[in-house]
């Protein structure tokens, strides 16, 4: 982030202050609680956000060196995203040429090559096929030819796209729309990942989104958890293209405003949670990266998973650096799966027994959280 945003968001923070007010919508916005129970919807979303669009599958340092590897298979399209040796990452469709079988599992690194579990056919980490067993047994079979079905992939930022079914390039200047300039200032290429932890829940996936997108909550639901730390019913908003970038300031900002504007660190003194359409959840915090991958589960609408990723500026080279992400993480956790979710779980069962109202309400001062149910359902159309 540059520093003229710095600035430009502690001064929006401290007007707020002044006046005693947030970023707010011009009305409220009546949302309907079919798109968190409608079947027929919930397919097209998976089909046109989940497997048409670029999806974020990880950040680059979980493929630091040739022939480190990936596997995805939240889209419902089975995924390998290798680093080649040319140091591209590329993504296949996880499956053999010869009968379909699965080249690899879980995460790792390869020589140069994969070799398919089933026959032994192997193909090079830019999916050729390279060796055959008993290849005069395959005559007239175009062996030349034969490579992996590859899949649009786009690097850039420290973060690796792909987009599931299709062949259309990913162009990243027309899905970021202006959030390069944050992006590239946070360097995610010198991060380091430090764990990654899987979460279910009996919710819509876009429920889950809508978690993360209003502070109004902090002071009921986490009144001693995050209300302590933030200021209360206070976020700066601000859209980028179908992306949004949403700001919860610390109670620390005000320190800023005794200090030459040169040095205010607004990341340092407020959580910045993104959202980078369709399903992807980033948070900065002061010291490290969290990312939210969430993604519809079970082929039904009122569940959901997410990976919750943590990244850290500096590899942990102590027990002491250990305890402490192990319970920063623990809290993060504890946080959403004590007092979040099962606020959330509470809400879909209501939604899902069609007896409640037909529409929810979001308020003025929950800007991020209408902005994205709105680009939501206009994907759709
Ligand atoms: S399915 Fe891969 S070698 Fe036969
Ligand atoms: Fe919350």
Redesign the pocket.
């Given at each position: 982030m540059r520093q003229q945003t710095h600035t430009a968001l502690s001064k929006r923070v401290f007007a707020h202050i002044r006046n005693k007010t947030t970023d707010r919508r011009p009305q409220v916005t009546h949302h309907a609680v079919s798109h968190y129970t409608c079947p027929q919807r919930f397919q097209q979303e998976r089909r046109k956000l989940f497997r048409e669009l670029p999806i974020l599958i990880t950040l680059s340092c979980q493929l630091p060196s040739p022939g480190s590897f990936i596997t995805d298979d939240n889209t419902g399209v089975p995924l390998l995203i290798v680093r080649g040796d040319d140091g591209k990452a590329r993504a296949f469709i996880n499956a053999?040429q010869?009968?379909?079988?699965r080249l690899a599992d879980g995460q790792g690194r390869v020589k140069r090559r994969f070799t398919?579990p089933?026959?032994?056919?192997s193909f090079t980490t830019d999916g050729q096929l390279a060796q055959l067993p008993h290849s005069a047994d395959f005559t007239g079979f175009d062996q030349q030819n034969c490579r992996l079905q590859e899949r649009p992939v786009a690097e850039a930022y420290g973060m690796i796209w792909v987009r599931p079914e299709g062949d259309a390039a990913i162009h990243m200047a027309d899905m970021l729309c202006g959030l390069e300039d944050d992006l590239a200032h946070f360097n995610f290429t010198d991060y380091h990942h430090y764990e990654t932890r899987r979460i279910d829940v009996a919710m819509n996936w876009k429920l889950v989104i809508d978690t993360f997108l209003e502070p109004y909550h902090f002071a009921t639901l986490h009144r001693t958890t995050v209300a302590p730390i933030f200021l209360p019913n206070m976020c700066l908003f601000d859209a980028f293209g179908r992306n949004l970038r949403e700001a919860f300031p610390r109670r620390t900002i005000t320190e800023l405003m005794d200090k030459p504007e040169a040095e205010w660190d607004f990341v340092y003194h407020s959580a910045l949670v993104y959202v980078l359409y369709p399903n992807t959840v980033f948070v900065m915090q002061a010291d490290h990266a969290e990312v939210w991958r969430i993604f519809p589960s079970k082929d039904a609408v009122d569940q959901a998973h997410m990976y919750l990723e943590f990244y850290i500026p500096e590899p942990v080279q102590s027990d002491k650096a250990k305890a402490h992400w192990d319970a920063n993480m623990d809290l993060v956790c504890r946080t959403v799966l004590d007092e979040d979710f099962p606020v959330g779980e509470g809400a879909q069962k209501g939604f899902m027994s069609g007896t409640g109202r037909s529409h929810i309400v979001f308020g003025q001062n929950e800007p991020a959280l209408a902005f994205f149910e709105e680009t939501m359902a206009q994907a759709l159309g």
């Open positions: 053999c010869h009968r379909g079988a398919c089933y026959h032994a056919w």
